[in-house]
């Protein structure tokens, strides 16, 4: 079943993800709208910047081929490309094969095609990704086609992308054929809580998934904008390596932690007021499953997270049309066991309560239509957690951040 799982993964979120979907969010939509804009203005020079993931390659790409119907559309990536590479892959694009010329010569050819196609058609496009990583040599020829006019109008237009607001290189000395065309400038912002919900579910959806929301339930999704800070490609990064820490479906906020954080997790002043289930002397909790009043099956935890439902693709299977494909989660801790309902269809109930989370004991009884399962050896509930089984809908967040804390001190206390 892991198997199943990192396939999954690599498919929503590796490599070659890209080419699944595209999830288009506000700032995204605001790019593309802002680079047409430019590129109608008679500057026609667009500059795009935003940090490393933030999805302007995928803009890029988009964009060109919503451009490639209208005119001749050039994409390269200028990291580290000398002048001979720049404008051999320019003509390359262009339809012509450069063979073994010099740089003006590549030059001279590249400007009779640019004018010859604004003459009869629009003027091409030049994207460019990574323009602030060109070498010096390079962008000098940059400069030099943004010079390139026919008919009292420019021959190219640009669109220029990159890491870091491109104004100060667009402004320096060696590039004032650019800086003259007055370029418009688009910075792009990272998705927001709910961008990054949608974004991660999309992907889930695309990749053959029928249940994305319970694979990555709100609060992981949350942990994963925190450690991204909710741009795309650092998004497609850590739920991926989430994904490959987990031992099933669905996610905790614990699989999105490596181990030095999960180190800095277990500090003293950030103690997790419950911790993972470790390995210790006492027998591990079990499901006794009956049916009508006969035992029918038992399930032993062999693991921190253990899936219920009527599908396949579970740990605990309960054949009940009541019960939903993926209908809870079980998550182990050392000092408890808790249950978590997945938006399920009819919702759980335990001890003739209906919850959508709380923390298990030995002997309760969770009733699932003609089913019913009965907890043995569920960890023992210290007194405080006790206290939080007496609130409405136990375990609420608030009340366990405030007794990490209460924890904490008190440990910090005893070592002084």
Not at 15 to 35: C, F, N
Not at 157 to 179: C, D, H, K, M, Y
Request: glycine content about 6%; hydrophobic content about 40%.
């Amino acid at each position: 079943m892991q198997e199943k799982h990192f396939a999954l993964g690599n498919k929503a979120f590796g490599d070659a993800s890209d080419s699944l979907t595209t999830v288009k969010y506000r700032s995204h939509l605001d790019a593309l709208k802002a680079v047409e804009s430019s590129l109608r203005d008679a500057g026609g020079i667009s500059l795009l910047f935003g940090s490393d993931g933030a999805g302007k390659t995928t803009i890029l790409r988009k964009f060109a081929m919503h451009l490639s119907a209208e005119t001749e559309v050039v994409l390269l990536d200028g990291r580290e490309l000398d002048p001979q590479q720049f404008l051999a892959k320019i003509l390359q694009q262009l339809g012509s094969q450069p063979g073994s010329v010099s740089a003006e010569q590549m030059l001279r050819e590249i400007r009779g095609l640019v004018i010859e196609q604004s003459r009869s058609w629009q003027a091409p496009v030049l994207i460019v990704d990574n323009v602030e990583r060109m070498k010096p040599s390079t962008l000098g020829f940059l400069n030099t086609l943004a010079g390139i006019e026919v008919d009292a109008r420019f021959a190219m237009r640009f669109i220029l992308a990159g890491t870091r607001p491109l104004q100060n290189l667009v402004n320096s000395e060696g590039l004032s054929n650019i800086s003259q065309r007055d370029p418009g400038s688009f910075q792009m912002e990272p998705l927001s809580a709910k961008e990054t919900t949608l974004y991660l579910h999309a992907r889930l959806k695309a990749a053959g998934s029928e249940g994305a929301d319970t694979i990555f339930p709100f609060d992981v999704c949350d942990r994963l904008r925190e450690q991204s800070g909710g741009w795309p490609g650092m998004l497609n990064l850590f739920a991926l390596e989430a994904i490959k820490r987990s031992s099933g479906f669905p996610l905790s906020v614990v699989d999105t932690y490596g181990a030095n954080e999960k180190t800095r997790q277990a500090s003293a002043t950030n103690l997790p007021v419950l911790e993972l289930q470790e390995n210790i002397s006492r027998q591990p909790p079990r499901l006794v499953v009956s049916k009508n009043g006969k035992v029918i099956s038992e399930f032993v935890f062999n693991g921190n997270k253990v899936l219920l439902g009527r599908s396949d693709f579970v740990d605990v299977m309960v054949e009940d049309d009541f019960v939903s494909k993926v209908h809870a989660v079980f998550l182990l801790y050392t000092d408890a066991l808790v249950l978590l309902d997945l938006n399920s269809s009819n919702g759980t109930t335990v001890n003739s309560v209906k919850v959508k989370k709380t923390i298990l004991k030995s002997d309760d009884i969770i009733s699932l239509g003609k089913h019913r399962l009965k907890v043995e050896n569920a960890p023992v509930v210290g007194d405080d957690l006790e206290e939080l089984l007496k609130s409405p809908d136990t375990l609420q967040m608030k009340n366990l951040i405030d007794l990490r804390r209460q924890r904490a001190k008190r440990r910090m206390k005893s070592v002084i």
